[in-house]
């Protein structure tokens, strides 16, 4: 039967073999998980080592005993480290050698800087301001073969898959302008190993777009740049995990190497190996431009007979019921005229369940602030690799001679009233949540301690119960299809399921096995009953977990603690003979 409510959160611990970060962060998530419901239970997770009954697993016991204690020490020392830096955080940021607005990540609460994206070109700046009045950038046609709502990642990626299968009259519907969403503030990493051999599927898809396709194409640089990426190891598990990448990257061809830490230091001087049991390199992983990929998508789309209006809301969803008493899209409503379609996608991104009630379609997500930093000028990061440091559930990614901070937190926080007002939008940083990264990002990358923070970006993005998109036809409306709930992948994924979207459209079926990210996995009978994807509650705790345990190490059988007991099978209250 289900297991009660956890009393403690142990995730942390006992998911990643209470690694040095992790028992960290499992600590802190202890009692800080708002969003999770009332405990009524106690569930002590065994650690990871505990678990262990295999063969020579005594040995393995003794040294997971001895580097628990080293780990205390070190979280000892880190402790101290992190008091020292918080008393001497004011003297810091008054520094004048930091100059005006930069304060070190080192530093704790403090007034907000600056917020603004790093990239030299963004879509914001590119539209005359009196244009959004004068209404859609083109004229709506009024009859179309698909529209598509949302001018972000997955929505260009989409139009620009659908006209390369040759659809013609296909139609794209920005609200405000293209990327103004969550793309345009996105980190663009793009890693090409994940633990499934169909997302490295989707993944090498997206990288083969934006690195080739799409610049033979248009002649147009995507703005892809090509610098790799770097997986920490702290602990053995994590070692394995990526030693199994590995092998996996081998079958579909993507070059990676596992690194000791002496060979990780040669390649990354600025990186403390002191505490790493060895790192996994993959030489073409890489960053995508937001602005540039939009932009080189749409014209390829338009190329081939696409068509992107923007400064056009879509307000609703006509509906009709056939001889047969099937629901099927009938036409797309707007302030400025209807289009007559038999198919919608909706890739709203975060409004894509505001989307989904125009059309009386459940979209089971919830928006979540997601956030990283960009610091000054770093002397010797120039041309390092992107960095995922899992167990402290960091990211650091390359800014030119920069770099840009990011993470997972236990506790994020939820933007509980989507506005449809908010356009090429940031959030304020909340440090007291951002904080509880720099400690390890400063471990990895020591120099990080005394650099300054040049900007924040903070903006929403969506969450989903069990960490998967969104996609396919819904089973409610037919000719209704989605493309969101993306857990801040979409830029990555997006060339890969534009495609098989495309495909899903015009076949009737996607190309490749898309059942892990098919909403009829949540609203049919196949994984979750379709009475959950009406239950905010249980959308909002699993997608707070799902959040939570982004970087988590991918175990067979893996059950989430949120969201128990809310539905029960017919079997859970017999009791036990
Ligand atoms: C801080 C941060 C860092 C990230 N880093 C990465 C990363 O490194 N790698 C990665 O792969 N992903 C990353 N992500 C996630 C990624 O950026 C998103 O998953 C992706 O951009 C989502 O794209 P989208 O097209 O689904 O949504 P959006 O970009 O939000 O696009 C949706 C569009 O729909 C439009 N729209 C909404 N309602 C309507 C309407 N009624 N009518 C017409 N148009 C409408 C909106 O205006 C918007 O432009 C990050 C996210 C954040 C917040």
């Given amino acids: 039967m289900a297991a009660p409510w956890p009393q403690r959160s142990r995730w942390g611990g006992g998911r990643e073999g209470g ?141 620009y898959h659908l006209a390369k299968l040759g659809v013609s009259g296909a139609v794209l519907l920005e609200r405000e302008r293209l990327t103004s969403g969550t793309t345009w503030h996105t980190a663009g990493l793009l890693w090409q190993l994940r633990p499934s051999d169909v997302e490295v599927e989707l993944l090498a898809h997206t990288r083969r777009v934006v690195s080739r396709d799409l610049e033979e194409e248009t002649g147009l640089h995507t703005g892809w740049i090509q610098n790799g990426g770097l997986f920490i190891a702290s602990n053995r598990q994590r070692l394995d995990e990526y030693k199994r990448l590995m092998s996996l990257g081998k079958a579909y061809g993507v070059e990676s190497h596992v690194l000791s830490p002496a060979e990780t230091k040669a390649l990354y001087p600025l990186m403390n190996v002191d505490d790493l049991f060895g790192t996994l390199y993959v030489p073409h992983d890489g960053t995508m431009d937001p602005a540039g990929t939009c932009s080189t998508l749409a014209r390829a789309a338009t190329a081939r007979g696409a068509q992107v209006i923007e400064n056009c809301p879509v307000t609703g969803i006509r509906v009709r019921t056939d001889d047969f008493g099937v629901r099927r899209v009938a036409a797309v409503e707007t302030e400025h005229g209807s289009v007559q379609t038999p198919c919608v996608v909706n890739c709203a991104g975060v409004w894509a369940g505001a989307v989904g009630q125009m059309a009386g379609v459940k979209v089971p997500l919830v928006a979540m602030h997601h956030a990283y930093v960009v610091t000054e000028r770093i002397e010797g990061i120039q041309n390092m690799p992107n960095v995922r440091d899992h167990d402290a559930s960091v990211y650091l990614r390359l800014q030119g001679d920069a770099l840009s901070v990011g993470g997972y937190e236990a506790n994020p926080i939820f933007w509980e009233e989507v506005s449809d007002k908010f356009a090429f939008g940031l959030f304020d940083l909340d440090w007291d949540v951002f904080a509880q990264h720099t400690e390890g990002a400063i471990r990895r990358v020591p120099v990080l301690e005394r650099t300054g923070v040049k900007s924040t970006v903070c903006g929403p993005e969506s969450f989903t119960p069990d960490h998967k998109p969104l996609m396919g036809e819904a089973p409610e409306l037919r000719g209704f299809y989605l493309g969101c709930g993306f857990n801040s992948a979409g830029m990555m994924l997006g060339g890969g399921c534009g495609q098989e979207l495309a495909h899903w459209i015009v076949h009737g079926r996607p190309e490749k096995d898309m059942h892990g990210y098919d909403i009829r996995r949540v609203c049919g009978h196949l994984r979750f009953h379709h009475s959950l994807t009406d239950h905010s509650r249980w959308i909002r705790e699993r997608s707070h977990e799902s959040y939570a345990k982004n970087y988590s190490v991918v175990f067979p059988h893996d059950e989430p603690l949120a969201g128990r007991n809310m539905r029960r099978g017919p079997l859970h209250e017999v009791p036990h003979p």
Avoid: N
Avoid at 55 to 74: F, K, Q
Avoid at 79 to 106: H, I, K, Y
Avoid at 128 to 140: E, N, Q, T
């Fill in 19 to 159: 690694g040095w970060a992790a028992g960290g962060r499992a600590a802190r998530a202890a009692g800080q998980m708002p969003g999770l419901g009332k405990p009524s239970g106690q569930l002590v997770m065994p650690t990871f080592h505990q678990q262990d009954t295999t063969p020579g697993a005594p040995g393995r016991l003794r040294r997971s005993r001895e580097e628990s204690s080293l780990r205390c020490r070190s979280r000892v020392l880190m402790a101290s480290l992190s008091r020292a830096l918080r008393v001497a955080a004011p003297c810091l940021r008054r520094s004048p050698a930091q100059g005006p607005g930069l304060r070190p990540l080192a530093s704790g609460a403090g007034p907000t800087i600056e917020k603004s994206v790093p990239y030299q070109r963004t879509l914001k700046g590119a539209q005359d301001p009196s244009a959004a009045a004068r209404g859609p950038s083109r004229p709506l046609p009024s009859t179309a073969s698909v529209v598509v709502i949302g001018g972000g990642s997955l929505g260009c990626q989409t139009l």
